[in-house]
């Protein structure tokens, strides 16, 4: 379960520059619960889940991880509980590192990395096998270093890794936003998967309105740092993508047509 | 002829310098942070090695002593760059110029004369071929220790802070205490072949370590040309570094004895690694076009 009470986060505070990304911001995931996230941009998405991360620290509000404080953590104690995907497939791995030793890394998060070897043989096979089920022949290449596969299969890889050990939380920031349409809807129909086997707790941004209806249990709006609109079981399944336009419409005032180049 | 005769000693001193760049290579390589801490705890691990020697210790502590001291300078500019947030390259800097006055104050002045008909040394000048073999030893063991270190999860963790902060802090590492420990390690690994030429040169210079970086990114530099064309994996590379090393040496030793003046040697060396440095920028400049159009055909 992840709980966040009136999470504030200000930017370049006393400065002309200043900007409230998160308004006292409170959102509580159920455990198995698929949120995705939509909102233009500057609404305060990618600030949500970098302050569930830890990315930078918070200036005000708390935030548990199923009953346990996470907010006064740093970045990588955090990184124990919380499985992370980001927007530029270049961000996830290691692009100097081979498959394997990236995998290895993921299966150590939380972990106290010690002397003992990296990767073993049963390491090994293990991550063959995990690779196996993205269907991408990336099973015969654990030595191949990740800087040379595509953004998709890093992608596809960077999710393997974020829902290694079964995280408490998964983040998905805009994960398929920088690959083309057809690998996008390859890895999102991965991250369905992932999700549902292991039925992870994820929230997941995406710019496509569409995706975000299509998938989750739960759909919820930001604007201006808050959440203005929070659509979940039957209702969501009832949604479509202009009945969203002209919600959002509503309820932030802005014009319709400024609305659709920012939200789709 | 004496070009000949020089060239054991050419080697030798290319050894020493060979592991010297292995301490860069983890910074520079590794971690991908620009430490200029080496030009001082190079002379650290001459002095401290030095010292002890004449204060009767045995080679062998001295050198560890000598080793551990290195590891504190790393420690001095990690704990600048993480915990007081100063950019890598000022903290190495900063941790330089201390090491001066340290330095000075570890020897009490700006010279120790270590002559090996005194003392028990490891290595000298007089016997080169003897030193030839202690040395490529040296470089045996400090290169299967890398080899097994960076095999294991601390040390893959490590490789991953310098490969991808961002991952890495993402899968759960502590990339500052990473980033501490690799320039300690690189540090003390600087400071033993300090310690090595110390003892072949038979004495301890404040001067020694200065443009020490330099030499240490030639060798890096040179050795990764070496192995260009060979499979790629931590023990050739290591190994090239070394062979970069020596390589410098050689060609140094070949430099004097065609006469050159030896008051431009350091002006060379920085002109050859700067040109070698901007290689990458000069391709990326002159060849994109070409590269973009072939982007555009695989499209």
Known sequence: MLELKNVTKIFNPNTVNEKLALDRLSLTLEDGDFVTVIGG?????????????????????????????????????????IGRVFQDPMTGTAADMWIEENMSLAMNRGKRRGLGW???????????????????????????????????????????????????????????????????AKV???????????????????????DAINNGNRLIMMNAGTIILDVRGEEKKKLTVEKLLETFHKISGSSFANDRALLS | MDLLNALPGA?????????????????YKIL????????????????????????GWNVWPAMLIA???????????GIFHTFMGIPAILSGILTQLILWSVNLKIMGKANQALPARSYDVLIRQLDKYHALVILALFCVVIIALLYWFFGTKFGAAVRATGCNEKMARAQGINTS??????????????????????????????????????????AVIIGDALISRLPQNFVVRLTGVILGGVIYYIVYQTVIFIGLDTDLLKMLSALVVAIFLAIPHFKKTYFSKRTRKEDADHA
């Not at chain 1, 600030?47 to 996470?70: C, H, Q, S, V």
């Not at chain 1, 999102?188 to 569409?210: A, D, F, P, Y």
């Not at chain 2, 072949?200 to 404040?206: C, E, H, L, P, Q």
């Open chain 1, 118 to 184: 990296a990767i073993t043989d049963a390491d090994r096979q293990l991550y063959k096998e995990l690779l196996q089920r993205l269907d991408l022949g990336l099973e015969d290449r654990l030595s191949t270093k990740v800087g040379l596969l595509s953004g998709g299969q890093r992608q596809a890889i960077t999710l393997l890794m974020a829902s290694m050990n079964n995280p408490e939380l998964l983040l998905l920031d805009e994960h398929t936003a920088a690959l083309d349409p057809k690998t996008a």
């Open chain 2, 32 to 55: 991908d942070l620009a430490d200029l801490t080496v030009d001082g705890s190079m002379v650290t691990g001459m002095a401290v090695c030095a010292m002890l020697m004449v204060n």
């Open chain 2, 67 to 77: 080793l551990l001291a290195g590891m504190l300078c790393g420690l001095l500019t």
């Open chain 2, 177 to 218: 205490f990473n980033k501490v420990f690799g320039l300690a390690l690189s540090n003390g690994i600087v400071a033993l072949a300090g310690a090595l030429l110390a003892q072949y040169s038979g004495k301890a210079d404040i001067n020694d370590g200065r443009g020490a970086i330099v030499i240490g990114l030639a």
């Open chain 2, 11 to 27: 080697v030798a001193q290319g050894f020493i310098w060979g592991i010297m760049a292995i301490g860069v290579y983890i910074t």
């Open chain 1, 41 to 81: 941009n500057g609404a305060g998405k990618s600030t949500m889940l970098n302050a569930i991360a830890g990315t930078y620290p918070i200036d005000g509000g708390k935030i548990f991880i199923n009953g346990r404080e996470i907010s006064k953590l740093p970045e990588h104690k955090r990184a124990k509980f």
């Open chain 1, 188 to 210: 999102l129909s991965i991250t369905r998967e992932i999700i549902e086997e292991s039925k992870l707790t994820t929230l997941m941004i995406t710019h496509n309105m569409q």
